[in-house]
């Protein structure tokens, strides 16, 4: 079984910058397929960022702005947000072996959440 927390959200200014982390305990981040999402109040829950193999892929709202990457020593994976704008104000979780069949995402593991918010 595979433990995902997330930690690092709080109030950032609009055009700051936050890092999201989410240790991970049950299988090593070097070989899990790990994923970011978010749910804004209101709305579905969004895919934000993967990080598989070498591969990262991002959704394109956050394109050029968001950075996954990994830390194979500390068993964590990371969301760098910068350029940060009210409207990536959400929940962000953390999800282990995440999948996609169509337009579904879905994991073995999700984090409880951690909070973002962007203010203008």
């Known amino acids: 079984q595979v433990y995902v927390s997330e930690s690092g959200g709080g109030l950032v200014q609009a055009g700051g910058s936050l890092r999201l982390s989410c240790e991970v305990s049950?299988?090593?981040?070097?070989?899990?397929?790990m994923g970011w999402f978010r749910q804004a109040p209101g709305k579905e829950r969004e895919f934000v960022a993967a990080?598989?193999?070498?591969?990262?892929t991002y959704a394109d709202s956050v394109k050029g702005r968001f950075t996954i990457s990994r830390d194979n020593n500390k068993n964590t994976v990371y969301l760098q947000m910068n350029s940060l704008k009210p409207e990536d104000t959400a929940i962000y979780y953390c999800?282990?072996?995440?999948?996609?069949?169509?337009?579904?995402?879905?994991?073995?593991?999700w984090g409880q959440g951690t909070q973002v918010t962007v203010s203008s």
């Open positions: 049950g299988r090593t981040v070097s070989s899990a397929r």
């Open positions: 990080a598989y193999y070498t591969i990262t």
């Open positions: 999800a282990a072996q995440i999948r996609k069949d169509g337009a579904i995402w879905s994991a073995d593991s």
